[in-house]
């Protein structure tokens, strides 16, 4: 007996030890779990942006608003350059949701000279125009003028962030077509890229030619195509009313010459005011001294002729005075409806300097030129 009571304390020695070493490999276990569990939500790196791995995005703080929440970065995949015509010359890729206009978001100016530019794209992209202030809201879309000097005043500079946007430029004319850009960007549901665009046009005339004298088109259609073309960063229309074929362009001077189918002086007024407010210059073109058919045809006395008698199609007879008069008469009556600068006066495919002796085929223009 006295044997077993020798090997009680040896006994109870073991079960100490197996109970120290099993709580140690539980602490083991916890201490591995708890680190484990760290590593997952700091994102293995220490840095507090992996959990955007799983596409999830960190909620604001409660009692914060969106804009004072911290910017998520790998939330998101870097932005990619808009898909826009013309394309945009830079874009600097960034991390974030992008803008998508939303009811109740506002566009504003810091200058009473953008005003016209915030209003348009305020009601193209149904948001509210509130004009100049300085505070500053989620979804805002802010229009400014910047003091680069010698830059190109067409250029502007786009930045979406933090639920934002900002175009600026040199000039109203940048800002409108940064406005442009943004407007394709949005276009049918789409979203504005994070990042900085920095776009200036590639040419300093960017024009489209409308020939309305060979066949009609109303006004409500022109006025269509100057919308386009104020989409497309265009900057000059040139409307050719006047040809062989007709004389598009209501004339108090010479309202024999008219076509039945023209525009009203008050339609072209609307027609270019519609393009001043896009930033285009409307080029009108009465063509001359050839392709006066339309004038002719109310003028036969002052039709080309040759030497032998024969009528030149659609050319008029500037040795005589009265064809130099009747389009003097329309240049000043229009000079007012067009007040963009350019004017185009055609000169091309006088058929006087197509013959291979014009003094012999038309001795009236030679002498003329002698005078």
């Known amino acids: 007996m006295s044997q077993h009571r020798r090997r009680g304390p040896a006994k109870q020695v073991k079960q100490r030890q197996v109970l120290v070493v099993a709580m140690a490999v539980a602490l083991v276990v916890v201490a591995a779990g708890v ?3 760290l590593w997952a939500v700091s994102g ?5 942006e992996a959990r955007s791995s799983q596409g999830r995005t960190a909620a604001a703080p ?3 608003s969106p804009e004072d929440a911290p910017s998520p970065s790998r939330s998101y995949a870097l932005s990619k350059a808009p898909q826009t015509i013309p394309a945009v010359r830079e874009h600097t890729a960034a991390r974030g949701p992008g803008w998508r206009p939303a009811s109740g978001n506002r566009v504003v100016v810091d200058d009473p000279a953008l005003a016209d530019e915030g209003r348009l794209i305020a009601g193209e992209l149904g948001l509210t125009y509130e004009g100049e202030k300085d505070d ?3 979804g805002d879309v802010r229009l400014t003028l910047n003091e680069d000097k010698g830059v190109n005043p067409e250029s502007y500079v786009m930045t979406v962030r933090g639920g934002r946007v900002e175009i600026s430029g040199p000039a109203d004319a940048g800002v409108f077509y940064g406005t442009r850009t943004l407007k394709q960007e949005v276009h049918d549901g789409g979203t504005a890229p994070e990042g900085v665009v920095r776009d200036e046009p590639a040419k300093a005339q960017r024009g489209f030619m ?10 409500g259609w022109i006025e269509d195509r100057v919308r386009e073309l104020g989409d497309l960063k265009f900057n000059q229309l040139g409307l050719h009313f006047s040809d062989d074929q007709g004389f598009r362009i209501e004339s108090d001077s010479h309202p024999e010459i008219v076509s039945q189918q023209h525009l009203t002086k008050a339609q072209v007024r609307k027609i270019v005011d519609l393009a001043e407010s896009r930033h285009i210059t409307v080029v009108p073109e009465i063509d ?5 058919g339309a004038v002719l045809d109310a003028h036969p ?3 080309l002729r040759t030497a032998q008698g024969s009528a030149v199609q ?7 005075p009265e064809s130099a008069d009747i389009v003097d008469d329309l240049l000043n009556e229009y000079a007012d409806l067009f007040p963009g600068g350019p004017w185009h006066l055609g000169g091309d495919e006088y058929q006087a300097l197509v013959r291979s002796d014009p003094e012999a085929s038309f001795p009236q223009l030679a002498a003329a030129a002698r005078e």
Not at 210 to 219: E, H, S, V
Not at 288 to 292: D, E, V
Not at 314 to 320: E, N, V, Y
Request: proline share 5%; aromatic share 2%; charged share 25%.
């Open 314 to 320: 659609g050319a008029i007879d500037i040795s005589k």
């Open 288 to 292: 001359s001294p050839g392709h006066l």
């Open 136 to 138: 500053r809201r989620a």
């Open 35 to 37: 680190s484990l569990g």
């Open 210 to 219: 409308l020939d309305i004298a060979r066949k009609n088109f109303t006004a």
């Open 44 to 48: 293995g790196d220490g840095g507090p």
């Open 301 to 303: 006395d002052l039709q």
């Open 62 to 64: 409660h009692g914060t």
